[in-house]
């Protein structure tokens, strides 16, 4: 079975530019979470979709923003990148909350 | 808001040894979810062990258990006959029940280096 899909794998990007990364949950995963983590410390949690709806979000600004689409895969947009975006942004997927979440291999971002 | 902390940036253990990492968490919640995820150099973060709050049963999976302490907020992972493999960093986790805002909160995470 494949597992949390996420692309691209790692991304250079100029200060200023917008990206957006993707993400493919697992077969039969309706949740689909990101987190952003910064080199040394744990992930924050930007973004959970359930059901193409947003059920949460964390403590970021209006550039992050997420969508999920009928297949329950998602991307996340980040506009008016800073140097402080630069960052590994995970992906995880859920079928329920009590089984935690299943990670993808992270997209590296580095902003320039 | 929920917080966590790991208060061990490092740990080193000999290979076939012991080792436990440290947890706790700040909540009013009564029911959640603990986990610890395991992060080697691939990225990737594993999944290794999960607690429901409700059960005072400590989970184990193989080499690794919890010592789930819930009146203390405390929450240790426990490696038994530690293996090279073991080396990574990992993370204590918590999550609220699905009704609730239902991110999951990290810790800053240990690394743990497993010596031949």
């Known amino acids: 079975d494949a597992g949390v899909t996420q692309s691209p794998t790692h991304l250079i990007k100029t200060r200023g530019q917008q990206v957006t990364l993707r993400c493919s949950p697992i077969s039969g995963h309706k949740s689909v979470s990101w987190y952003q983590q910064v080199l040394g410390q744990g992930p924050q949690f930007i973004f959970q979709?359930?059901?193409?709806?947003?059920?949460g979000r964390g403590n970021f600004p209006d550039r992050f923003s997420a969508r999920q689409f009928p297949n329950y895969s998602s991307e996340l947009n980040v506009n008016a990148l800073l140097l402080g975006d630069s960052a590994l942004y995970l992906c995880?997927?859920?079928?329920?909350?009590?089984?935690?979440?299943?990670f993808g291999s992270g997209t590296r971002l580095t902003v320039v | 808001a929920q917080t966590v902390t790991q208060s061990q940036p490092e740990m080193s253990v000999q290979e076939a040894e012991t080792v436990t990492l440290s947890c706790t968490y700040d909540t009013s919640e009564s029911d959640y979810y603990l986990f610890w995820y395991k992060q080697p150099p691939s990225r990737q973060m594993i999944l290794v062990i999960r607690?429901?709050?409700?059960?005072?049963q400590n989970a184990t999976e193989n080499r690794f258990s919890v010592n789930f302490q819930k009146a203390a907020k405390s929450f240790s992972l426990k490696i038994s006959d530690s293996q090279l493999g073991d080396a990574a960093m990992y993370f204590c986790?918590?999550?609220?029940?699905?009704?609730?805002?239902?991110?999951?909160?990290f810790g800053a995470g240990t690394r743990l280096t497993v010596k031949p």
């Open positions: 995880a997927s859920s079928f329920q909350a009590n089984y935690g979440y299943t």
């Open positions: 979709y359930y059901e193409k709806e947003e059920r």
């Open positions: 607690q429901e709050a409700y059960k005072q």
């Open positions: 986790a918590y999550r609220s029940l699905p009704y609730n805002n239902n991110d999951m909160r």
